[in-house]
């Protein structure tokens, strides 16, 4: 089976640093994805970490440890706009296709 | 511009009565899927197709149908609605295992 879990909410101040976990337990793991999605929105694609370390993406970096079934996605220099559910997301290699949500973290960025 | 498009965007319907919803991508991905998303639920696989004629079973297929006839369409089929298959639908489309998946605008489905 598949585990995935991260914080249900979050909040920040603008211009602050947050940083958002994931612990994932499934067999034949791939990789890890990072999901943002506003209200009524569709997701959209942030990161994607196969190899453990840290990948930066402008004000977006994410983190992987394959051992220890462990990812964050770092925002730094908050913005109003990042506002959104965040959704991490275990990519299932054996099994071609399937990727796995887990619930998303809902971020308020308050002024 | 390289997308995911669904049809409709909004769909009120009446227990019962069949319906399709429509997904058509224009990136000559081989790797389909079909998510529906509840409240406190997140994102749940519904069916997922890995090329043209090869299809397969998410985590909540029961009461919905899929069929891959082209690589570009990718139809979401309810034989019967029921009032539990209300919900945000979305398509997804990605060229391989290691590539994310790009998700059209999302159907928003209430049966009655």
């Known amino acids: 089976g598949q585990n995935i879990d991260q914080p249900t909410e979050m909040t920040a101040t603008e211009g602050a640093i947050v940083q958002i976990n994931c612990t994932y337990q499934t067999s034949g793991f791939n990789g890890l994805f990072w999901y943002q999605q506003h209200a009524g929105e569709a997701p959209t694609f942030l990161s994607y970490?196969?190899?453990?370390g840290l990948e930066e993406k402008g004000r977006f970096s994410s983190f992987l440890s394959r051992s220890k079934g462990y990812s964050y996605l770092l925002l730094k220099e908050l913005q109003m706009k990042d506002s959104a559910s965040y959704l991490c997301a275990a990519d299932r290699g054996s099994t071609l296709g399937r990727l796995y949500f887990g619930r998303g973290t809902q971020l308020t960025v308050w002024p | 511009e390289a997308q995911v498009t669904q049809n409709p965007r909004y769909l009120i319907t009446v227990t019962g009565k069949k319906l399709t919803v429509t997904c058509s991508q224009n990136?000559?991905?081989?790797?389909m899927s079909w998510y529906r998303q509840d409240p406190g639920l997140g994102l749940r696989q519904i069916y997922y197709?890995?090329?043209?004629?090869?299809?397969d079973k998410g985590d909540v297929p029961e009461g919905y149908k899929v069929s891959r006839k082209e690589k570009r369409n990718f139809p979401l089929i309810l034989e019967s609605p029921s009032p539990n298959q209300t919900s945000l639908y979305f398509c997804a489309s990605r060229a391989g295992p290691n590539y994310g998946y790009t998700f059209g605008s999302g159907t928003r489905l209430t049966v009655v």
């Open positions: 197709s890995m090329n043209v004629e090869v299809t």
């Open positions: 990136m000559n991905h081989e790797y």
């Open positions: 970490n196969v190899l453990d």
